[in-house]
Nanobody, 121 residues
Framework: QVQLVESGGDLVQAGGSLRLSCAASGRIFKINDMGWYRQAPGKERDLVATISSAGNTDYQDSVKGRFTISRDNAKNTVYLQMNILKPEDTAVYYC???????????????WGQGTQVTVSS
């Protein structure tokens, strides 16, 4: 019913920048919070940043001052601008959205397929 398509993951050198995008499509009435999570090999999936429909943001301490989450409500898209990337940022990054569906008004959480970010030293 809802699909989240991510893009922007790449191989980049330490100190470089990337911008991730995640576009939601389908039978969407509205989207509440959106967020980015990441999972490194052998690690738990951790919250990176969230943003409300009004634009209020929250960040994991390790990315504060380096990453910026934003959204374009007209495009149902959330972004993650990543600057001063470090090798420890290497992970699969997943988009998440809290969605209210059209017609049924059913509320559910959806995930993107993940995009690989690799930061070399």
């Amino acid at each position: 019913q809802v699909q989240l398509v991510e893009s922007g993951g790449d191989l980049v050198q330490a100190g470089g920048s990337l911008r991730l995008s995640c576009a939601a499509s389908g039978r969407i009435f509205k989207i509440n919070d959106m967020g980015w999570y990441r999972q490194a090999p052998g690690k738990e999936r951790d919250l990176v940043a969230t943003i409300s429909s009004a634009g209020n943001t929250d960040y994991q301490d390790s990315v504060k001052g380096r990453f910026t989450i934003s959204r374009d409500n007209a495009k149902n898209t959330v972004y993650l601008q990543m600057n001063i990337l470090k090798p420890e940022d290497t992970a699969v990054y997943y988009c998440n959205a809290d969605v209210v569906l059209s017609i049924t008004r059913r509320r559910d959480t959806y995930w993107g397929q993940g995009t690989q970010v690799t930061v070399s030293s």
